[in-house]
Nanobody
Framework: QVQLVESGGGSTQAGGSLNLSCEASGNVIYVRAMAWFRQAPGKQRELVARISRAGTINYADSVNGRFIVSGNGQDKIYLQMTNLKPDDTGTYYC?????????WGRGTRVTVSA
């Protein structure tokens, strides 16, 4: 079993910055990547950024150039969010990919006001 604990988030105005952290515990040996997803009210959950154990990084087009993901892709993942926009508002979920099986954190709220 793998458990994910997120921290960070909060509220800021447009143009501000926030940081998210997530650490995994348990049987992380089979984790092949970690990621951040987000879900806005009434919308589907979407990928924000992903980092694999090999170091491959992917970003959603909407955050590329504004967000930076880091970590080791196995038990730590971080997200630096800058130049935040109201559209970035939502609940951010840490995700762990264990050989194709997804494990999710409880989520942390990010609110960006205009």
């Amino acid at each position: 079993q793998v458990q994910l604990v997120e921290s960070g988030g909060g509220s800021t105005q447009a143009g501000g910055s926030l940081n998210l952290s997530c650490e995994a515990s348990g049987n992380v040996i089979y984790v092949r990547a970690m990621a951040w997803f987000r879900q806005a009210p009434g919308k589907q959950r979407e990928l924000v950024a992903r980092i694999s154990r090999a170091g491959t990084i992917n970003y959603a087009d909407s955050v590329n150039g504004r967000f930076i993901v880091s970590g080791n892709g196995q038990d730590k993942i971080y997200l630096q969010m800058t130049n935040l926009k109201p559209d970035d508002t939502g609940t951010y979920y840490c995700n762990s990919d264990i050989l194709g099986t997804n494990v999710w954190g409880r989520g942390t709220r990010v609110t960006v006001s205009a």
